[in-house]
């Protein structure tokens, strides 16, 4: 079973730019959460997405957006990118929807924002 | 908001030791997930945990569901390089519909 697709792996953007990263799910995960890991802050989630409804969300601000395709891809936006955005992003999947399923992550998305 | 502490905050152990390591937090959980990640990758899922009490092994490692529901506890039997890494604890909280990743445990082995 494939695992779940982080892309693109590296990001290099700039201050004020904005950004979309992709993430697809093991197939047959209809489940798709973001997380932001940082040295700071450690890793925080950001949203949750089932069915293409935005199910759960975390403390950012509203420049983080997502969307989940029926297909159960889902792509992760930012906006007006800031210093402080840079981060691994990390996509997680699972088969059921609910903070209390186990997620299966993929590699990352390492954007840094000069 | 939540925080999840975890301690040790880096071990640094022989090979063929055992280790433990636990997590808590200020507010009750009713899941226990921990995760293992490899420098460049993501978090793995080692071992789910979902009632208090609740003891759960996967090979040489064992987790356990804090009776207070506030903590959880991973041990490693007979280390080896490869247990190298940074273990989490993570979980949501009893309510609300968030969800939290501890503040990590970095593990040595030296062979």
């Known amino acids: 079973k494939a695992g779940v697709t982080q892309t693109p792996r590296y990001l290099i953007k700039t201050r004020g730019q904005q950004v979309t990263l992709s993430c697809s799910p093991i197939?047959?995960?209809?489940?798709v959460s973001w997380y932001q890991q940082t040295p700071g802050q450690g890793l925080q989630f950001l949203f949750e997405?089932?069915?293409?409804?935005?199910?759960n969300k975390g403390n950012f601000p509203g420049r983080f957006s997502g969307r989940q395709f029926s297909n159960s891809r889902s792509e992760m936006n930012v906006s007006t990118l800031e210093l402080g955005d840079s981060a691994l992003y990390l996509c997680?999947?699972?088969?059921?929807?609910?903070?209390?399923?186990?997620?299966?992550f993929g590699d990352g998305t390492r954007l840094s924002i000069l | 908001g939540q925080q999840l502490n975890q301690s040790p905050q880096s071990m640094f152990i022989q090979e063929g030791e055992d280790v433990s390591m636990n997590c808590t937090s200020s507010?009750?959980?009713?899941?226990w997930l921990w995760y293992k990640q490899d420098p460049g990758e993501g978090p793995v899922l080692l071992i789910a945990?979902?009632?208090?009490?609740e003891l759960t092994s996967n090979g040489r490692l064992t987790a356990q569901f804090g009776i207070t529901r506030k903590d959880s506890f991973l041990n490693i039997s007979a280390s080896i390089p490869s247990d190298v890494g940074i273990y989490f604890c993570?979980?949501?909280?009893?309510?609300?519909?968030?969800?939290?990743f501890g503040t990590g445990t970095s593990l040595t082995v030296i062979p």
């Open positions: 993570a979980g949501p909280p009893d309510t609300g519909n968030q969800f939290y």
């Open positions: 997405y089932f069915s293409e409804t935005q199910r």
């Open positions: 945990l979902y009632k208090a009490g």
């Open positions: 197939s047959g995960h209809r489940s």
């Open positions: 997680a999947s699972s088969s059921r929807p609910g903070m209390r399923q186990p997620q299966h």
């Open positions: 507010s009750i959980f009713n899941t």
